[in-house]
């Protein structure tokens, strides 16, 4: 008997035939230039499964299922059990059984746990999420919710490779000679009908200075400038989670409200209701991995510069940060510290660095850390003639990550050539790990273009179901092999890509070399709050830009201060750009061009010098808030740098605020995007006033850090913006801890800690502390103090201290504050304690 095919199976087999016979052509641009036309038709039977149904279309197999309460996991697949989509991102887990309710009627099915409902079209296969009350969250298009086409996978055949000089490092370039086909994916095109007024967030990390993605389309791919994570966030409560590797695109516009998969073995995403967005992220975080504690010098300022050229300027340079008193806890080695040609080579050039063990030692010695920049490519070097020979490096140059005996082949290398000297943390450069357009003077072809050539470059590398997810599984082998050479110690990694998942692997991931330029700068606000929103918390960026002075390449064009630091413009654009670092949870300059220490901005007494350091010295009396903030970002999956939506949804007016957001519960962060002082080439800037605007959310009080005037929430104000000072607001009720002025994030760990209480509302706090190095936060060896303030009684309660760790400080003094005009602002210590107490762990409720 003749096995009957469906169409869109037979259309798979006919793709596949034809394509075999053109196996040598050259691969086509990806993605397709067609979309996937075919609907998956009406549904004819449903099959009831273990927590949901199987449904079967004229097309394939629609699978729903809760996970778990208030999550639901949607397939599409030709085949009955369609293969995973292999992208690593998900954990491993059991599902228990679950008391769905499952109900059928002649036009839909429904599946019921707790307080949310799927309904499902049996005409079209589209999906309705409903609430308690059953009223609409999320629905899928309803005439037209799924559209597919079978794709061909291909691999290509290479010739003879060259390396080519890049501004992004020497790169292997290989001869294309042809393809082959190696498999059948779908083209999925997941179609949506969003709310009027709805908002949507996420996608990961981009250029466009977008916050709010309703109306837009946007291109997902990976890139030195772009980081692509399938996640999407929506005031209307909820989140979805696309589990897929490949190239995506994302449209609201006259083309439709979609999400565009261009290969995938099956249609994956997951419905996750909120409706706050502190539950989606926990359920993110509970279906890919926690989002593991950095080390507590992480949190402290990060020097960086390309490049240090020699062991005499490395350490040179912590020498003058201690010697001016200056806070620094971590100093960045960049790229070509190897021996000249030997590009990417784990190891130092013993003319500029002859005794790398003492250079860590000495840095060690003065209270800091070392960083220091690898690659996932190498050329002309041992080890990368090492992988070549055991077949481990991708098209395209990068070792094969995703090959566990290449990840252990790699960590040898890095172990045995750098590890050995002691150094700290790892700075894992270009995880994309494929460039197309990244070469000087290339013509800018439009974003279309873009999307299509380095698209096919990460295909080509990676294959097509995987091109955008090489950074997960390159933070894989980093973060198991640091845990199995048992120091003990956490991973520290700062990387230039990432994905869903990779925040379990002690990953900060960075938005690449931007241009130094007003506009760009305030683009990078939204992008960064557009990727934490994700559930990736750690993100940061290069103060003062990476390419500061102008060239004709498209990536640099924009530059706009070739004197540098010697330009008045581009000083005033660093220190507003470091203000904003001081609020992101990891804070680190560094860029090209020009030197980005400090003093290089002035001397004490100058403008620019002092509003440098008295950042520095904020930055660093906020540890106890800071840090507190990352114990509940592994313990309670909690966020950071959180866009208005996070806590004021319900506010539409704060749907797309770009250039405003909260750091924790507390503190709103309203960095300055304008030059006030200068333009380029020390032009004078003329009657610019010295305020910028700030929308204060409706639903709270807000207090003035540096002023202690009270405002209320609902309105937009002119808030005071001088050179020294980046507006800042504290929420009513919160209670802000303090501590003295440190040198590094070590310093006077036993010292007074001032607590700050804003009035005008209830609040709370928990303060956290733990090691600050080791593992045991994990298995318990932390310690907790919940801090309620009850506005109408004047009472704080200092809670009983929950847990313990070696090292902990069991006595502390707290100067407690009511913050007003008069005392608790600014940076300074208070000029008036209300209370000082001694704090044993023991209960406490001190009226004030």
Partial sequence: MIKQLSPLRLALAVAVTLSS?????????????????????????VFKEANGVTLQAEQGFLRVHFVKEGVVRVRF????????NGTGVMLPREEPALPVALKQAKTQVSLSLADLTVQIDRRTGALTYLDGQGS?????????PRRIRSIPLTESITGKSRVERTIDGDREISEIKGSQTVGQALQVRQQFQWQEGEALYGLGSHEEGVLNLRGTMQYLYQHNLKVMMPVLLSTQGYGLLFDAGSGMRFHDDAEGSFVQIEAANQLDYYFIQGPEFDDIIQ????????????????????????RYKTQDELVGIVQEYRERQIPLDLIVQDWRYWIDGQWGAFSFDQERFPDPSKMVADIHDMDARLMISIWPNSNRSPQADDFKQRGMVLTGGAYDAYNPEAQDLYWQYLSNGLGKHGIDAWWCDSTEPNNWDWKW?????????RFKGNLRAL??????LRANTYSLHHSQGMYDNHLASDKGTRMLNLTRSGYPGQQRYGTITWNGDTSADWQLYADQIPSGLNFTVTGSPYWTMDVGAYFVKPDTAWFNENAKFPEGVDDLGY??????????????????????????????FGEPGTPFYDALTDMLDLRYRLLPYTYSLAGQVYHQDATFSRLLAFDFREDSQTHDVKDQYLYGPALMVNPVIEPMYYLPGSEPVKDAAKTRDVYLPEGSQWQDFWTGERHDGGQTLSADAPIAKLPLFVRAGSILPM???????????????ELRIYLGADGSFQLYEDEGEGLGYQQGAFATVDLQWDDSKRTLTLGERQGTFDGLIKQRTFNLVLVDKTTGIGIEEASKVHRSVTYTGKVQTIKL
């Fill in 283 to 306: 359920d993110l975080r509970t279906l890919t991995g926690k989002a593991v504690m950095l080390p507590r010098y992480g949190f402290g300022y990060v020097q960086s510069k390309q």
């Fill in 136 to 144: 609409p969250i999320l629905q899928e298009n309803q005439q037209d």
């Fill in 571 to 600: 000083r005033e654009l660093y220190t507003r750009m470091f203000q904003w670092a001081a609020f992101l949870p990891v804070m680190r300059s560094h860029g090209a061009d020009t030197p980005r220490e400090v003093w290089r």
């Fill in 459 to 464: 295909d080509r590398g990676m294959g097509q």
């Fill in 441 to 449: 003077r290339y013509e800018d072809k439009g974003p279309e273009q």
């Fill in 77 to 84: 697949a030709a085949e009955r059990e369609g293969l995973d």
């Fill in 739 to 753: 501590g003295p002025k440190l040198q590094h994030t070590g310093d006077q760990p036993d010292a007074a800690w």
């Fill in 21 to 45: 016979a053109t196996a040598l052509a050259e691969p086509a641009l990806t993605p397709y230039s067609e979309p996937p036309v075919q609907q998956i038709g009406a549904i004819s039977q």
